[in-house]
């Protein structure tokens, strides 16, 4: 009795976040919207590629710290947190959340003596504090972050 083939599997080529579905409209914000004013302003559109998404859901809230937001640049992806899709938060301050991880893509890692990797090193922040309302966003998210904690 002949053995059995076993079926070949096949592999995407591409990582498996390019082919989730993504959705950029929010409630109050349109994400690409944003990615692509910021874009012209700061990078002058050279930051191609790009998928801007909302993150998932949770079921429960973030109790000590948030992350606002995350690039992955394997794949171009940039998630946001789905709680900045609220009315109480200013435009501005999604754009300085959305400027600081376009930022991550443009300006490249540096590394320490020991070789570790430093992403907001000096240069980093330098540039960070280009964003037009840089102070004041900062400012609002050190007061407004008990809100989106418990």
């Given at each position: 009795m002949a053995a059995k083939r076993k079926r070949k599997v096949s592999y995407p080529k591409l990582p498996m976040q390019r082919q989730l579905p993504f959705a950029n409209e929010g409630r109050y914000f349109d994400l690409q919207e944003v990615f692509n004013k910021l874009n012209a302003r700061y990078f002058g559109n050279k930051m191609r590629g790009y998928t801007i998404t909302w993150g998932r859901r949770r079921k429960q809230k973030p109790r000590e710290y948030l992350v606002f937001g995350t690039i992955q640049e394997a794949d171009k992806v940039i998630r946001i947190h789905p709680l900045l899709d609220a009315r109480f938060v200013p435009t501005w301050f999604l754009e300085y959340v959305i400027y600081h991880e376009m930022?991550?893509?443009?300006?490249?890692?540096?590394?320490?003596?020991?070789?570790?990797?430093?992403?907001?090193?000096?240069?980093?922040?330098?540039?960070?504090?280009?964003?037009?309302?840089?102070?004041?966003?900062?400012?609002?998210?050190?007061?407004?972050?008990?809100?989106?904690l418990q």
């Amino acid at each position: 009795m002949a053995a059995k083939r076993k079926r070949k599997v096949s592999y995407p080529k591409l990582p498996m976040q390019r082919q989730l579905p993504f959705a950029n409209e929010g409630r109050y914000f349109d994400l690409q919207e944003v990615f692509n004013k910021l874009n012209a302003r700061y990078f002058g559109n050279k930051m191609r590629g790009y998928t801007i998404t909302w993150g998932r859901r949770r079921k429960q809230k973030p109790r000590e710290y948030l992350v606002f937001g995350t690039i992955q640049e394997a794949d171009k992806v940039i998630r946001i947190h789905p709680l900045l899709d609220a009315r109480f938060v200013p435009t501005w301050f999604l754009e300085y959340v959305i400027y600081h991880e376009m930022l991550h893509a443009f300006v490249p890692d540096q590394f320490d003596q020991n070789g570790r990797r430093l992403v907001h090193h000096d240069d980093f922040n330098r540039r960070e504090r280009k964003f037009y309302f840089y102070r004041r966003a900062k400012k609002w998210e050190e007061e407004n972050l008990a809100r989106f904690l418990q």
